[in-house]
């Protein structure tokens, strides 16, 4: 089986990984996205902010590999802290509809210690079904 990395127009280069795997068969392999933009920069700082940019990402990719939203199966999400997400409930949902809908796929939280870039908050990870 043969795999096609997906990357989005506009994007920065992925350095030592990919943003996105497509394998034959549709399904779509997001790598961790975290809340950049296009160019790799923080424009927002906050939890909510990074949380909708991460999600934006996850679409973009999803996206450049010809789906969209409802082809999303799963989702992984990893905090930073706990608290923080608890604290925003609404403000996540409103944020998350914003951007994929009311369409949600299998998904799981893990609240973890750190994540490689110091400013990220917030990393997810997907996987899609891209119909043929």
């Known amino acids: 089986m043969s795999l096609k990395e997906i990357h989005p127009d506009g994007w920065a280069p992925a350095l030592g990984y990919a943003n996105g795997m497509l394998a034959e068969d549709g399904t779509l392999h997001v790598g961790g996205q975290i ?19 991460t999600l934006k990402n996850i679409l973009a990719v999803v996206e450049a590999a010809g789906g969209q939203a409802t082809d999303i199966a799963r989702l992984t999400w990893f905090v930073k802290d706990k608290q923080e997400y608890l604290a925003h409930q609404r403000e996540v949902g409103q944020a998350y509809r914003r951007v ?33």
Request: net charge negative; aromatic share 8%.
């Open 35 to 53: 809340g950049w933009n296009a160019q790799k920069e923080f424009e927002a700082k906050d939890f909510i902010g990074q949380m909708e940019q």
């Open 100 to 132: 994929l809908g009311k369409h949600f796929p299998a998904m799981s939280m893990l609240v973890i210690k750190d994540l490689i870039e110091d400013e990220a908050l917030i990393e997810i990870e997907a996987t899609a079904h891209i119909s043929k």
